[in-house]
């Protein structure tokens, strides 16, 4: 631990009011970020506010060790990597402090998320230009490190363009705020004896000599490229008045911005804003056949008034193809393009922007380089940017381990040179034998370029090295800048000296050698760099750990590689107001722990260094997974689709095998066994399970939470009411056979539920079979007994696989029950051919009578013509594997029906996690941040309606309405 020893530790922790961890688990969440590299740290640190950062500064200065700022940790250079204290910012730092609307500033912490800022700048007329693809959880402080810009720069500039003031704590522990200075007030800085008076003094003394600014000129990027990131912005202090004559001030957040966390620790941020864009607007993407014919046009494209230029080649877009959230965002997409352009127009009325689509598609047509140009529209174009937002994390779908590797991802050169130059890279990738990824912002000459390569082989990294460094010196050819807007961090760091020159480089370790004298402040990025083919994320030429499991991970070459498939890309850090569904415990605690990404990156690290016989037997990984929902939210929402649901109910089943099952698991695993037996005493079990005394005991003994209220059962199973009715109402030629897998939650707990399905398809003129089907599995899989849920999917395949067709599909009404065919059953079921034959013909019940629907064979002439609102709220397993617009359509078919879907994500029950009493205060935390107030807002007479049975049950004791299944609404509806 750096020779710290733990007692300093907890002093320190004793210290702070926020938190100190030094475990071995928060350790190596907070040792990789979004690059190729690790470090573990020596604590991670989330301070509550100045006094806590100057108790760390202080301790860092005292302990010859360092601080590491950290917000999303979304870096792709390494910079939130180091062997100090990583400080994360993102839950305490995150107030939104002041605005001004007269001078169009605002003033916010740097946890604070860039659309949420934009969110809460909207009613103003205003908003903060610079937009990433991680800008959903991406925070401000963050941007301001990095120097970020995104794909509105070409309109709208970079981060440093927008930062006007940053009040900041130095390294001796002084508070100082940075702002513009006219000559005068600079020169009186300077003569401050203070650490802050010192630094101006060095920055006036170093940049002052004319000769030294012509240095700094001749061998900086070219000025005409506006993302350019590379060292220290002295390129951007002698622009001013300080140091010529010139109408620009002296702003040391120039120099701050981009400098990576390593100068001084910001507290607040100023920025400006600009009124918010044009409303009307439109995107042509144009479709190309070749790189090349793309990098033709954008010179020319670009003389358009465009609001973005953004690039995608097809390495990408057939990513796009096997991501179900990408899917749906990928309509536009006409044929098989190499590339795609997308161009976006916008103006202030629809008569302009169409003049401008005409002029912009009279251009392209002259030009007879793209062979398709669809024009988007509406919530197209927002699909389209979502589409190219997500190449970053697409990019972890590659399956194996070769992957698109980080290293010259950044580049960024002059418009004028772009053609040219992406040539010339394109032939030297040639010689490393390489076909890499193009992506990005076409429209200010960055592209971001991947090899792609296998980081675990030596060969591969020697690669690393060599390709870069190539890259480098070809970037510097054309003036062009190693880095546009991702950083230096540790990747490019080393090219620094080459890229600016060795005596401009010399300059930059004055500036941070004023700054930070005892190089506390995220040390060895920019300048004294780390190796950039050294402390990676995996051990080259390491034994590949072979790990055995029982769910089947063959098609992402096991259970490790599906870890591995995380690439820190943060999608599951974003917030309830950006919709979707990953991930809701995060959202509950602002935990990075409580990630999608901190479980993947714990299970790749144990399954990697662990020296145990088991792997999985760790208290670490058992926190980890503690409060994962199993909402497999992160299969589809994922770009990477790292499957978090299969990767915890392995892991339980691992665990347990060393460590027992312990009698609560087993409780809620066997409950529909426990159903069974209650039921035949349905009028006792139902009133010791509502009396408060009785039900009180049972809480107790279960460890269920006291203020859950506890299911009740069916007078009749669903197997014994189905023998009563019996298709007695359908008619001989009835229009097809429908097979209804009589799950374990219907059969003992909903079965009116299932009464009404049956009656509904009758009198449709379905005729519904049923077998005595084994139960899902379900409740086995959320509890980790695997071997138990794995002979169940095996009885059922074998009874249903000779009766599932196309023309007699299996349909099901709880959509965790039913949807473990198409998902779990495929990695339990050794008869893999039978299983996805099944899985083929399975659908949601509102997923058939949806298809009935289209196919004309249910009308809307059958149903009333009442009026009613409906409110309805989707199960996570229904989001993630099939849709909610099944559920929707089905709603809707009434015609005075009017449905709307509420943008709920995770309900928070999650079968039995809701109930259990050490998880039922996150539980409803989940449920408040957006169903719950919803639900309350909704009035009486709307009916409130969701197709899981968990989510019906936290529905009523979250608000104490009662929702109905969309069938039951749907039968009583029939005429």
Known sequence: MLNVNLGKLKKLNSDLEGELHFDDLMRKLYATDASVYRKLPLAVALPKHKKDLKSLINFAKNNNTSLIPRTAGTSLAGQCVGEGIVVDVSKYFTRILDINESEKTVTVQPGVVRDELNNYLKPFGLFFGPNTSTSNRCMIGGMVGNNSSGTTSIQYGVTRDKVIRLKTILSDGSEVEFSDLTPEEFHQKTKLNTLEGHIYKTIYDTLQPEAIQKQIKDNFPKPTIHRRNTGYAIDELIKSDVFLSSSLGFNMCNLLAGSEGTLAFTTEITLQLDDLPPTENAMVALHFNSIERCMKSVSHVMKHNLHACEMMDDSILNLTKHNKTQQQNRTFIEGNPVAILMCELSAHSSKLLELEIDAFLQTVSHLNLSYAQPVLRGADINKAFELRKAGLGLLGNIIGDKKAVACIEDTAVALEDLEDYISEFTALMTTFNQNAVYYAHA???????????????????????????????????????????????????????????????????????????????????????????????????????????????????????????????????????????????????????????????????????????????????????????????????????????????????????????????????????????????????????????????????????????????????????????????????????????????????????????????????????????????????????????????????????NLITEDTPLIGIEPSAILSFKDEYLRLVDDKDSAQSIANNTLLIEEFIQQEIELGNIKTEQFTKESKAIKFHGHCHQKALANQKSSFDVLNIPENYNVTIIPSGCCGMAGSFGYEKEHYEVSMQIGEQTLFPVVRKTSKDTCISANGTSCRHQIKDGTGRVAKHPISILKDALL
Request: proline share 3%; aromatic share 8%; net charge neutral.
């Open 443 to 801: 429209g200010a000459g960055e592209l971001h370029l991947r090899p792609i390569l296998d980081l675990k082989q030596k060969e591969d990294v020697q690669l690393f090295r060599e390709i870069t460094t190539a890259v480098a010196q070809l970037v510097k050819k054309y003036n062009g800048s190693m880095s546009g807007e991702h950083g230096d961090g540790i990747v490019r760091a080393e090219f620094i000296p080459l890229m600016i020159g060795t005596a401009n480089y010399e300059i930059l370790k004055q500036i941070k050698s004023v700054f930070d004298p005892q190089n506390i402040f995220n040390p060895h990025k920019i300048v004294d760099a780390y190796a950039m083919d050294e402390n990676l994320r995996y051990e080259p030429n390491r034994e590949e750990r072979q790990i055995e499991t029982l769910l089947d991970f063959s098609s992402s070459e096991g259970i490790l590689r599906e870890a591995e498939k995380c690439n820190g890309s943060g999608d599951c850090r974003k917030l309830p107001e950006f919709g979707g569904t990953m991930c809701p415990s995060y959202r509950a605690t602002k935990d990075e722990k409580d990630t999608t990404r901190a479980r993947a990156n714990a299970l790749r690290e144990f399954l990697t260094n662990s020296e145990k016989a088991n792997k999985f037997n760790h208290e670490e990984l058992k926190d980890v997974f503690d409060l994962c929902l199993s909402c497999k939210a992160c299969s589809s929402e994922c770009p990477s689709s790292v499957n978090v649901a299969a990767l915890k109910a392995e892991f339980q089943y691992q665990y347990q095998q060393a460590n027992g099952v312990p009698f609560r698991t087993k409780l809620f695993a066997y409950n529909n066994k426990i159903n069974g037996y209650a039921s035949r005493v349905p009028k006792l079990t139902n009133f010791m399970f509502s009396n408060g005394f009785t039900s009180s005991i049972i809480k107790s003994v279960g460890g269920i939470a006291k203020e859950r209220s506890l299911p009740l059962i069916s007078n009749n199973s669903l197997y014994k009411e189905f023998e009563l009715s019996k298709n007695k109402i359908v008619k001989e030629n009835y229009i097809k056979e429908v097979f209804l897998f009589n799950d374990e939650f219907t059969n003992h707990l909903d079965t009116e539920i299932g009464v009404d399905a049956i009656e509904l398809l009758n009198r449709l003129n379905y005729k519904v079979s049923m077998i005595s089907n084994a139960e899902s599995g379900r409740a086995m899989l959320s509890k980790g007994l695997v071997a138990e849920a794995k002979k169940m999917a095996i009885e059922n395949v074998s009874k249903f696989k």
